[in-house]
């Protein structure tokens, strides 16, 4: 996947939030965040999703379960100048290895702190790449085309069954942005929207569990229980394919150290699928491509 990366916010950027001192680059953030006194900067794709999550962290209030970052206001009392938003900066370090019951915990004690809140209609408009793999994995548009992962999303597609569970507005990416502290209840940073089942953002840190930070095929029944959750799974192993795809391109290739991750959770999956006595179906042998 490539990232972008950016030089830091301008001096007018500073200035209309009130803030002095030179930007210092944080890790994390995709490369993109730096830290200035107190807040932290980042650039946004669009001021309007910025704008609104803005609001939305500035209507929380941080309890025992969870804290959030304040967002800051400019002199105009927007929350982004120029493209760039500012928020608190708030103490911890990213987990999640070995952390996987307190990251689940703050992220349930967060959705529910967001079930009140309606579905914002700038989740429609949205287009870039995280926002149409989301949509893919749900199956509301066709899949990516790609030769290099075609195979593996049409096995994960083939998993998929309905599921009956509410929606409401979730953290889609909580697995880097829950920031732990000792004595301190996790901070969750760096909201990415998404009108969804609880459920399905919780398989998202799963997802990430078992690809990228060796996590046990436990995680699953600890976190993921029954049908539902292996079907939130499958969705949400489909949302970062679809994801790696896009930012590649059709005619780009994914190493092949991301699609032997992605092949060898997909028959995991695949394999507890199959033995659900709920339901057999025919399986696609999960493949990829040299």
Known sequence: MTLRTTTEPPAGVLAAFRLAGAPRPLAGGQGQSFRVGNAVL?????????????EV?????????????????????SHVVAGWAAFEFVDGQAGPAGEWATLIAAGRAFHRALRHLPRPGLLDRRQHP???????????????????????LATLQDLQRPVDAPSQLVHGDLTGNVLLMSGRP????????YWRPAGYAEAIVVADGLLYHRAEPEL??????????????????????ATAALFEGPSGTLPQEELARFARVTRL??????????FGIGLREPEYRN
Do not use: Y
């Open 42 to 54: 980042k650039p946004v794709d669009t001021a309007e999703e910025a704008e609104w999550c803005a």
């Open 269 to 278: 999956v695949a394999e507890r699928i199959h033995t659900d006595h709920h």
């Open 57 to 77: 962290f500035a209507g929380l209030t941080s309890t025992s379960e969870f804290r959030v970052p304040r967002p800051c206001r400019a002199d105009d009392g």
């Open 220 to 241: 699953v029944d600890r976190v993921l229980p029954g049908r539902d959750g292996l079907q939130m799974l499958v969705r949400a192993l489909t949302f970062r394919l």
């Open 186 to 193: 996790p901070a969750v940073i760096d909201f990415s929207p």
């Open 130 to 152: 995280w926002a149409v793999a989301d949509r893919i994995a749900w199956g509301e548009i066709s899949s990516v085309t790609s030769a290099h992962t075609n195979g593996l």
